[in-house]
Each structure stands twice: as C-alpha cells, then as structure tokens.
C-alpha cells in the first residue's frame, strides 16, 4: 500500500529541480503524491467519524495530548520522508534503466516530426547512417536518408491511416551517401484532433541479410540455368559401394537436358538407374571410381573423359555436399579434343620438318637473353649442339660475330625490335674455329605489355653459296671483258663485211657487165662458158644480198609496224607474171615491217625453182589461233619428203647444202620468228608428198596488239 504523504512535506520532496524526470515518471510521482494526501485526509476523517478521537482545539487540550499529538506527526512524516526517498531512489534507477535501454538498443531508435526534423535519436542510429554526434543528426532531414525520398510520403500516408508500420524494408541513403538495406517499424503519435504530430522509430541494418538473400536469389537463378543450360550437362548420383565400401556403380537421382542432348538417355528413363544399364563396365569404370572417391571423400574434381560409344570427350567437375552423393557439371568438348589431337599431329608433324630441315629454327628469349629453342641442325652447320646454344647469351653470341660484320649485326637487332622484322647476311664462328656465312631471318614479337619478349628465327648456311657468289663474280668479270673483246671483234667483223660485201658487189656487177658485152663478141663452144659464168655471178650476187638481208635482222631489235599483208602479197605475185598463182586477197593487218616480202620471194621463188614445168602455186590466209594469222603458200612440185620436213629450215645451218642452198628457207624462218609466228612444212595432199609441198607460217594481228619494240 502506498505510504500517506503528509502535505507540510508534499512541497518539500516533490522538487523536480533534484533530477529530470520523463514525462512517465512525473505522472507516476503527482499520482503516487495525490493518492498519499487523498488517504491521509481520509484517515483523519474516519478517526472523527469512528468516534475513536476528535483533536479539541489548541487552548480546549492539554499540553501533554497536544506535544504527544506532535510527536505522531513528526514520526509520520520522517517515515512518509523514508517512503519518498526510497521512490526517488526507484525513479532514478528506472530513469538510469530507460537510459541504457535506449542507448545501448542495437536498433536505431529515434523521433523525427512531420515535416523530417529529427528530434531525438540512439547511437545505434548514428552508427547506422554514419552520424559523427547527435548533434550532426539533428541538423539533418531524415527524408535526406531515403534513397527515394517518395517512400517517406508514402510510409506518412500508411502512419496517418493504419497508426502504425511494421517490418518494412527498403533502400536507405547514410550520410556518406552510400546506400545501406534497413527495416523499420514506426509508430505515429497523434494529437487530439487525430493529427499526426510525431513518428517514433525503430531502425535495424540487415543490409548483410539482404546481400545474402540477393547472393542466394542469384544462385538459384545460376543454378536454374545451369538445370536449363542446353550446353552444360548436370547430373545428381548417388554411389553404389560393395560390400567393401568400394564404389562400383552409379544411381541417376536427377539430370538435366544437356545431359538428354549429350547421352541420348532421356531424363524419365534415367532417373533411378544405374550408369551400367548405360554403358559397359570397362566404358565407366575410371568414371565410376572418379565418383566414388569424391562421394566418399568430398575432394571435389575436374577432368576430361571419352565415352568411346557416344563418340564424344566431356570435361566433368564433380564434387559432393552429402557422403555417398556426387553433383557433376559436364561439357562436350569433342571439337576441342580433335582440334587438340590435330594441333599434336601437326606440331609433330612441323618439328619433324624443323628438325629435318636444313635451316636452323631458333627462339630466344630477350627478357631473359637465353635461346628457349635450337633444332638439332645447329651441329651440323656450327659444330655446337643445341644446349651449348641455349646457355649463350647476347655477349657470347656477338663474340662470334666476325668482326667486320659486328655493327651491322648490333644494328639490325636494335631496329629489329622497334619494326619486329629483321635479315641479316653475316659470318659466324664455328666451334671447329671456322667462320661460316649464315643468311638469318627473324621476328620480334611482343608480350601482353608491349615489350619485346622472343626473337624467333630461322637461319641457313649460305657458305657455299657465297663462295659460288664470289666465284660468279668472277666469272661475270671475266665474262664482261669477253663480251667487250667480242663487241670489239664484231665490230671489226661488221666493218670487214661491208667492205667485202660492198667491194665485191661491185667487183660482180662488173664482172656481170662484161659477161654480157663478151656474149654479144664470142660464138661456138665459148658462149656456153659465158652463160654459164654469168649464172655464177648473178647467184653469187643473191647470195651478198642474203647475206646482208640476214645481218640486217640480227643488227638489232625489229621495229614492227602494222602491214597491210594483201597489198604485200599482190607485190610479190606481180614479180612472177609467167608462173599461174592462185590467191582471192585478204583483209588482214599484221605486225611486220619491209622485209616481210622476203617471206614470199623465197617461198615463190622455190616453188618456181623445184617445181619444175607446170608448176601452180596457191596463196590462201585465214584466221588460225587467237590474235594470229596463218598464211599458207602451196605448190603442184615434187613435194618434200617427210625426213626433211622437220630439217629443211635448218639445212644452212647444218651446212647439209651446196653453195647457197637452204639460205632462203634460213632467211624465212629467221623473219616468221622475227615477227612472233612459226613456220612449218606439210604435204599439200595429206600422205601424197610427192604431189607438193604447202608451207604454213603465222602472222601477229595487228589490232589490239601492242607494237613491240
């Protein structure tokens, strides 16, 4: 029962300058101080109204009642005194409770009006929005701590219509800006209108819990899309052991599509069966002791393994969370494993070739100036095998640089790494202490950083061929003073036979003159000598101009020209009007120039010879291949067999003549090569050689071909 107060001492023990009291607590103490007064009066009263005792005034008692009434009163108020000090020592203790409740609450607490001023707050708040003091946190507007400040309306509009929020979540921004996770509780306080005039509230950061939700919504989403990965196979076993504890098969509790695409086996007819209703026992058995050892053990493991019936290579991460369980992910990676096996062929395949070669493939390391690679050929051309290559280094390698070749050397390959591409020609010191040519060519290629990293290579021995060089330079020096004796005995050779050609053309003509003055002076047996003189000279004469004819093509380069061959032929013809020529014209241009008609003088003219009486000729041209004409001069003669056919051009040559036979046909040939054809000797009646010859050449078209010079 509370202790009656008596009111001389109400003032006293009610001073609220002693402590500051919450609002709760000076509601509990006018209470607590009112219910005393109300039951001391009513004490009193009832003594009066019981009968028991009525206080007489002052001057009606005696002395003794009244200092015996005083002494009561006095020792009613020093317990009334013991009762409040003991309810102030409770008040202080349960202020000193609330106090630490509220500061040491791990939740943020605070209280904040309407409008976002903050009016009251815990540390926990602070350390959640990362407030340096109170006071920093009372500056500031908590709709400043929303990352959308349109959340804080609408949690107003739920607070004004429900009272309270419970458990809500949501992004908040703390004071460095950066956004954490919290969940709230609010609870409004409204006043007597039902306005809302304060939000109490109760914040805790589960932006850890949130990270991991997120982090496991995100794994279950990557876990269903490994499930529906069309090119990532999974399966979930469960190990069958023996007797032992050995694993000797394997139970499908669940697999995914990827595994149906891989196998074959569809998901229905998978699930709770074993591997080996599968496959054989000697396909699975490395697999299924894989399994096992990681059921059992819980390592987890990564490898690659064929499945000879399926054609295929997987490569399989298996690791297990429950003993006697296995999850597996697994891949086709055939292409990769066939590509792999071809990459093996091949580079077997290109060593054998470096190390058969005769060239030497080298790669050397410029970060560490070691040689990583050296085919085996570098014995062979520098005595040195190639791990006494590999320990040598820039300075041991220039060391063997002849000394006339060092700066090149040291030159290109500081340029070669700015361009990556270098050659170089240079002498090298074999072990046996001679120096061998060697002709390199290498590559600078860089690392992921831009820095020179190899210097790759091949390089040959080139002795022998340097020498054959130097020997060829030789010769050519020779050669050039040869050629410039010759070009000198040419000339001198020119100059001999114009002169004898000149004087003796003249000396015949003479000769030929006085022949005919001398026919018309002699009779008898003397006229046939003089015929037969003058034949000489005259022969003699076509010869000298043969012969000038043919020096004049071997002078120097023709300068060919577009001819009109119809009015060239027609030329020739005009110069035999005894013999019956057969020709209906033509309208071809051809590459030629005015020797042409020398072509159809000798043709004509050893028809006419070796033709005999009666001899008929004919002349027919006609387009042949692409870009040629072919001319055909054709004869009713005695023909020519068919073991001169393929020698009757070359019969001067072959000096297979008499004095002056085959020069014609010699000019001919010399004139159709001279103007880009061939020329060549058929029957004029197919296998009937002695019923004539027809002689066929080509001829350039002179259109849309370019003039030669």
């Given at each position: 029962m509370v202790q009656a107060i008596h009111p001389l001492t109400r003032a006293v023990i009610y001073d609220r300058s002693e402590f500051q009291r919450t609002a709760g607590e000076k509601q509990l103490l006018d209470l607590y101080m009112t219910v005393g007064f109300n039951e001391t009066q009513a004490s009193s009263s009832s003594e009066v109204r019981g009968g028991r005792r009525k206080?007489?005034?002052?001057?009606?008692?005696?002395?003794?009642?009244?200092?015996?009434?005083?002494?009561?009163?006095?020792?009613?108020?020093?317990?009334?005194?013991?009762a409040l000090l003991s309810l102030k020592d409770a008040l202080q203790g349960s202020e000193e409770r609330y106090r630490r409740l509220f500061e040491d609450d791990l939740t943020g607490d605070f209280l904040a009006s309407v409008d976002g001023r903050i009016l009251a707050c815990n540390p926990a708040f602070l350390r959640i929005f990362g407030f340096a003091s109170i006071e920093d946190a009372l500056q500031t507007n908590i709709r400043d701590l929303y990352a959308d400040p349109e959340d804080r309306d609408r949690l107003?509009?739920?607070?004004?219509?429900?009272?309270?929020?419970?458990?809500?979540?949501?992004?908040?921004?703390?004071?460095?800006?950066?956004?954490?996770?919290?969940?709230?509780?609010l609870v409004g306080r409204f006043d007597a209108d039902g306005e809302l005039v304060e939000i109490q509230g109760y914040t805790y950061d589960d932006s850890e819990r949130k990270r991991a939700e997120d982090a496991l919504q995100e794994n279950m989403r990557w876990?269903?899309?490994?499930?529906?990965?069309?090119?990532?196979?999974?399966?979930?076993?469960?190990?069958?052991?023996?007797?032992?504890?050995?694993?000797?098969?394997?139970?499908?509790?669940?697999?995914?599509?990827?595994?149906?695409?891989?196998?074959?086996?569809?998901?229905?007819?998978?699930?709770?069966?074993?591997?080996?209703?599968?496959?054989?026992?000697?396909?699975?058995?490395?697999?299924?002791?894989?399994?096992?050892?990681?059921?059992?053990?819980?390592?987890?493991?990564?490898?690659?393994?064929p499945l000879p019936s399926l054609s295929r290579w997987f490569e399989v991460t298996a690791f297990s969370f429950e003993r006697g369980r296995v999850t597996a992910f697994f891949t086709d990676i055939t292409k990769r494993k066939r590509a792999e096996a071809a990459h093996r062929e091949s580079e077997e395949r290109f060593r054998a070739v470096l190390e058969s070669s005769l060239d030497v493939v080298y790669r050397l390391n410029l970060q560490t100036d070691r040689y990583d690679y050296v085919s085996p050929v570098v014995g062979e051309i520098l005595g040195v095998t190639p791990g006494e290559m590999t320990t040598m280094d820039h300075d041991a390698f220039m060391d063997r640089v002849h000394p006339e070749d060092r700066p090149v050397v040291e030159e290109e390959f500081y340029k070669s790494i700015l361009r990556t591409k270098g050659f170089l020609v240079y002498r090298f010191r074999a072990k046996d202490g001679q120096y061998r040519w060697l002709e390199d060519h290498f590559t600078v290629i860089d690392d992921v950083n831009g820095w020179p990293h190899f210097r790759s290579g091949i390089f040959r021995d080139i002795t022998e061929r340097k020498q054959t060089e130097e020997a060829l330079q030789r010769h050519a020096a020779e050669l050039t003073r040869i050629h410039?004796?010759?070009?000198?005995?040419?000339?001198?050779?020119?100059?001999?036979?114009?002169?004898?050609?000149?004087?003796?053309?003249?000396?015949?003509?003479?000769?030929?003159?006085?022949?005919?003055?001398?026919?018309?002076?002699?009779?008898?047996?003397?006229?046939?000598?003089?015929?037969?003189?003058?034949?000489?000279?005259?022969?003699?004469?076509?010869?000298?101009?043969?012969?000038?004819?043919?020096?004049?093509?071997?002078?120097?380069?023709?300068?060919?020209?577009?001819?009109?061959?119809?009015?060239?032929?027609?030329?020739?013809?005009?110069?035999?009007?005894?013999?019956?020529?057969?020709?209906?014209?033509?309208?071809?241009?051809?590459?030629?120039?005015?020797?042409?008609?020398?072509?159809?003088?000798?043709?004509?003219?050893?028809?006419?010879?070796?033709?005999?009486?009666?001899?008929?000729?004919?002349i027919r041209v006609e387009a042949d291949e692409v870009g040629f004409f072919r001319v055909t001069v054709a004869d009713t003669g005695r023909g020519v067999p068919d073991s001169q056919k393929d020698v009757i051009f070359h019969r001067y040559e072959r000096k297979q003549r008499g004095v002056g036979e085959g020069l014609g046909l010699y000019l001919v040939q010399i004139l159709v090569d001279r103007y880009g054809g061939r020329i060549w000797v058929e029957d004029r009646v197919p296998g009937r050689s002695e019923q004539g010859a027809a002689f066929s050449f080509l001829l350039r078209e002179a259109e849309g071909v370019p003039v030669r010079p």
């Open positions: 206080t007489p005034p002052m001057g009606e008692r005696p002395q003794h009642e009244r200092i015996a009434e005083l002494q009561a009163e006095i020792e009613m108020l020093r317990r009334e005194n013991a107003l509009e739920r607070l004004e219509r429900e009272g309270k929020v419970e458990n809500e979540g949501m992004a908040r921004r703390r004071r460095d800006g950066s956004y954490i996770h919290v969940v709230e509780n876990y269903q899309q490994i499930l529906d990965n069309p090119f990532v196979g999974y399966v979930h076993c469960e190990i069958v052991t023996d007797t032992a504890g050995n694993p000797v098969d394997i139970v499908y509790l669940e697999v995914n599509r990827a595994f149906e695409f891989f196998t074959g086996i569809g998901r229905d007819a998978a699930l709770h069966r074993r591997v080996t209703e599968f496959f054989t026992p000697e396909e699975v058995t490395d697999l299924i002791t894989i399994y096992g050892r990681v059921a059992l053990t819980g390592e987890s493991a990564t490898f690659e393994y410039r004796d010759l070009e000198s005995a040419h000339r001198e050779a020119n100059l001999y036979l114009d002169i004898l050609t000149h004087d003796i053309r003249n000396t015949e003509n003479v000769s030929n003159l006085y022949t005919e003055l001398l026919l018309d002076s002699v009779e008898g047996e003397a006229v046939g000598y003089l015929v037969n003189l003058k034949r000489s000279i005259t022969k003699s004469i076509e010869i000298l101009g043969m012969v000038s004819k043919i020096r004049r093509i071997h002078a120097g380069p023709p300068l060919l020209r577009p001819t009109d061959l119809d009015a060239v032929i027609r030329a020739e013809i005009a110069h035999f009007p005894e013999v019956p020529i057969h020709y209906e014209g033509t309208t071809a241009t051809v590459l030629a120039d005015d020797l042409l008609s020398e072509i159809f003088t000798n043709l004509i003219g050893n028809a006419v010879k070796h033709g005999g009486p009666g001899v008929a000729i004919s």
